[in-house]
């Protein structure tokens, strides 16, 4: 089968098409023919070892120490089961899934096999009103964003400000933060604001033009995705008993929660999410009813996977990038 092997680590270079393998099911396993998969940041960051320091080391001795051991990345995918384990419960041959893989990683293959059921990937039936590309972009933003505004309590007419909101997890954090019922800003650069605007956001901001920690307003959570702004500055803009939800924390963050929990009445929440079953099913039947929809920037086929990746790594995407591994039947 074909599939993008990750050859080296770094830049996309490394990143090559090859002839491997096609995998065999295990007892607790499906079978899956990939359709779709997307570039999210963890595929490029992993890519490029771009990790803090403290968490670097352990990752490269985990995919090898001197280079990636035969890695097919791609952490989201689509696509119709072919076989079942003889152990699999809840899928059958001919289903259509998606879901996330976790450090399995392979999307970017043809075939990849996947345990039912896992500690860090997880499965679903795809959306009937969806197409393999869009839902391949659903799991890993989607779980991210609907774990942290639960865990943050988003409530029914509070204030809401998303920095980073137009990226994977921030398009779908607008939208499922307004099935919620907050009023929500949006905070990213210049040419994202229509789209934040079209996804339900109540009022939008160019961070290169306007500074939201020095507007005077203040609100009932901050949603930080991206994690690049200075954290006690933008503490500033979250009322007392606000919760500050950190979805890529630093380990100065992480050091700075326990004295601002202590210190203030403010709550700073940086707990990695847990993903479930339970959780994409939420999210499927959101996009079925209509309320949950993928922001796909661009599609590359399989074979410019190392593009879409020089497209990730300068960080203008909308939403996600998708790669198209199979034609959809």
């Not at 954090?173 to 800003?185: D, M, P």
């Not at 500074?211 to 009932?220: I, L, N, P, R, V």
């Amino acid at each position: 089968m074909k599939a993008v092997v990750w050859t080296k680590y770094g830049s996309p270079d490394g990143l090559q098409l090859q002839e491997v393998e096609k995998p065999t099911p295990k007892d607790h396993e499906v079978l899956i023919r990939v359709y779709a998969s997307s570039v999210t940041a963890g595929d490029s960051e992993a890519r490029g070892l771009r990790f803090p320091f403290w968490l670097a080391l352990p990752m490269r001795l985990f995919m090898g120490p001197i280079k990636p051991r035969n890695i097919i990345l791609g952490q989201e995918l689509a696509g119709e089961i072919e076989a079942v384990g003889q152990a699999v419960t809840r899928f059958k041959v001919g289903d259509q899934i998606f879901g996330a893989t976790g450090f399995r990683f392979g999307g970017y293959a043809e075939y990849n096999c996947l345990p039912e059921e896992s500690d860090d990937g997880v499965l679903a039936l795809k959306p009937a009103n969806m197409t393999y590309e869009e839902a391949a972009a659903v799991p890993t933003g989607g779980l991210e964003a609907l774990h942290f505004l639960r865990i943050g309590r988003i409530q029914r007419g509070e204030k809401l400000l998303i920095i980073g909101a137009g990226g994977s997890i921030g398009t779908f954090a607008i939208q499922i933060a307004r099935y919620f019922g907050a009023e929500v800003t949006a905070v990213d650069s210049g040419g994202k604001l229509d789209l934040l605007r079209s996804l339900g956001a109540d009022r939008v901001m160019d961070y290169t033009q306007e500074d939201f920690a020095k507007s005077g307003e203040t609100y009932d959570a901050v949603f930080d995705v991206v994690g690049k702004n200075t954290f006690s500055r933008s503490l500033k803009s979250l009322r007392p008993g606000g919760r500050y939800l950190l979805a890529n924390p630093s380990l100065s963050a992480m050091l700075q929660r326990f004295w601002i929990s202590r210190t203030s009445r403010k709550k700073v929440i940086l707990e990695p999410a847990k993903r479930t079953p339970e959780d994409l099913e939420f999210l499927k039947e959101l996009i079925e009813a209509g309320k949950l929809k993928s922001v796909i920037d661009r599609r590359f086929p399989l074979e410019q996977t190392a593009e879409a990746h020089r497209y990730v790594d300068t960080g203008q995407k909308k939403g996600n990038v998708v790669i198209t591994v199979a034609q959809q039947p």
